[in-house]
Structure formats: C-alpha cells, structure tokens
C-alpha cells in the first residue's frame, strides 16, 4: 500500500493538473461582442453563430462542477481507508481543493455566458439590418 504521503502528493497533483487540461478552472477564451467581418456574415452565418452563443449559454447553465468534488472526496477517503483519521483528513482536503475548482470553473461559465449573450444580441441587430 503506498505511503499517505504519496496518496497526499497524489490526489494534490491530480487536482492541481485539472487546472490547465480544459476540465473546470481553466478560464475560457473570451468571446468579442463585435468581430471584424460580421458584417459580411450571411443570414445563415448570423444563425449558425446565434445558434453557437446559445449552445454556450446552455452549456453554461448546465454547470456540472460538482462531479468533481464528489469524485476527489471519494477517491481520496477510499485510497487510505475512509475510516481513518488520515483518510477523512484526506478526503476533506481533496473536497475543498474541488470545491475550489468548481467555484472558479462556475464563475468562469457565468462571464462565458454573458459575453456569448452579448454576442447573439449584437448578431441579431445585423440579422435584423439585413432584413433575414
């Protein structure tokens, strides 16, 4: 059985590693409001774009976060025997460092949402223009 040093050092590096692997933590591009050429988009453009930015709202609305933290908590407690002191310890440990994650990663997914929102408005001024 390995050391509860190494399942420590473990389960903090699996953690730290979600930050930059496109898992919840890693903060999205952000999307301009205005991009050059969308004036030259055609009406199908300007809906399959609309359509994109309500994918991301959607998306985002969905959040899914929380599956972190239940896995880190149980993958920590189990590794060590979640009876034991160490193991809750553990347990607790990887649970706030997920419920971190999640936090940042929902705080990201609202900003995302607002500015894909911000998008598809502008998007429909020129659908609007355009006469589609």
Known sequence: MPSPKALVAAALLAL???????????????????????DQLSCQQL???????????????????GALT?????????????????????????????????SNAAQEQQVEATQAQQRKTHLMGLYTQKKC
Request: aromatic residues 2%; proline residues 5%.
């Open 47 to 65: 809906t399959s774009q609309m359509a994109q930015m309500d994918g991301i709202v959607a998306s985002a609305s969905n959040g899914g976060s």
């Open 16 to 38: 730290s590693g979600c930050a930059g692997s496109g898992l919840p933590g890693t903060a999205p591009a952000p999307i301009a409001t205005i991009q050059p050429g969308d």
């Open 70 to 102: 239940n896995a880190a908590t149980t993958a920590a407690s189990s590794s060590v025997g979640g009876t034991s002191a160490f193991g809750q310890v553990l347990g607790n440990v990887a649970s706030q460092a997920a419920s971190d994650l999640s």
